[in-house]
């Protein structure tokens, strides 16, 4: 069962964006929303590590290796040469049920999104490219820019247009109710 609902946030490299997915995090699970995050990675990664049993088995040419304790689990899928990457929708296909997904990455596809703009960035911003971003969170005027400019210590109003974008906020009130995972 996909999430309920999928919010994107994009920025260059460096600019903050997982310091404010950090930050908003905690405000919306106070606010009874139940949050799940996807992190692209534009390079090979590794969660594992050699000499670990999971990386034996995974050396040895298992499609899959899930690793479980009663603290937390964790499933590792092996991409073949050639395979493509998967899809954000089948990723999120994965994933237990909850309320909202932040997606920190895949800034190309079709979703709301928040464009993240570090103090220091000289690059041009995205939000006149893709008509997805919804707000811009800065500390720099953007005189120009179509989309609500919040700043970075702002999170609290982030959270509500989040909210409010993906209809489950007014203001700071839930106006629906959480869904339970199951």
């Not at 990723?91 to 990455?105: I, K, S």
Request: charged content about 25%; overall charge neutral.
């Amino acid at each position: 069962m996909a999430p309920r609902h999928v919010f994107g946030v994009t920025g260059w490299s460096g600019s903050g964006k997982t310091t404010l997915i950090e930050a908003l995090i905690p405000l919306l699970t106070a606010r009874g929303v139940t949050v799940s995050t996807v992190k692209h990675a534009h390079h090979a990664f590794e969660i594992d590590r050699p000499g670990k049993d999971s990386f034996r088995h995974r050396r040895a040419g298992a499609a899959e290796v899930m690793i479980a304790s009663r603290h937390r689990w964790a499933l590792m899928r092996e991409i073949g040469e050639g395979e493509p990457e998967p899809p954000l929708q089948a990723l999120l296909d994965r994933m237990a049920p909850v309320d909202l997904v932040l997606v920190e990455g895949f800034r190309s596809l079709p979703i709301a999104k928040l464009e993240v703009v570090g103090p220091q960035d000289d690059r041009q911003p995205r939000y006149g490219d893709d008509p997805h971003i919804v707000a811009v969170v800065s500390d720099r005027d953007w005189p120009a820019c179509p989309v609500p400019v919040l700043p970075r210590n702002a999170v609290d109003r982030i959270a509500s247009l989040i909210l409010d974008h993906i209809g489950l906020g007014h203001g700071d009130r839930m106006s629906a109710p959480a869904a339970t995972p199951a």
